[in-house]
Nanobody, 115 residues
Framework: QVQLVESGGGLVQAGGSLRLSCAAS????????MGWYRQAPGKQRELVAT???????NVANSVKGRFTISRDNAKNTVYLQMNSLKPEDTAVYYC?????????WGKGTSVTVSS
């Protein structure tokens, strides 16, 4: 059974930093990409950043230069280092794992940035 365990969310003041982690277990097929999406209240879920097994990244313009995505292939774990956080970064952040045969989502971790 595939499980995605997210951690690292919380409450932080504007300008602060947080690091999100997502560990995937129970996956027997090759992982194409891992990443993070977010959904703010009243808004659609949007891409934050993704990273392939080869290390190629795709980062949303709204967080480029502030957020860094990284990955430990041996541990099937993806990280999101979030610096210079802004109130508009407040959202539930979801981990995503894409295989050739399936697509998995975590339950989400809440990030709140106070002004």
């Amino acid at each position: 059974q595939v499980q995605l365990v997210e951690s690292g969310g919380g409450l932080v003041q504007a300008g602060g930093s947080l690091r999100l982690s997502c560990a995937a277990s129970g996956i027997i097929f090759r992982i194409n990409s891992m990443g993070w999406y977010r959904q703010a209240p009243g808004k659609q879920r949007e891409l934050v950043a993704t990273i392939t097994s080869a290390g190629s990244t795709n980062v949303a313009n709204s967080v480029k230069g502030r957020f860094t995505i990284s990955r430990d292939n041996a541990k099937n774990t993806v990280y999101l280092q979030m610096n210079s956080l802004k109130p508009e970064d407040t959202a539930v952040y979801y981990c995503n794992v894409q295989l050739i045969v399936a697509n998995y989502w975590g339950k989400g971790t809440s990030v709140t940035v106070s002004s």
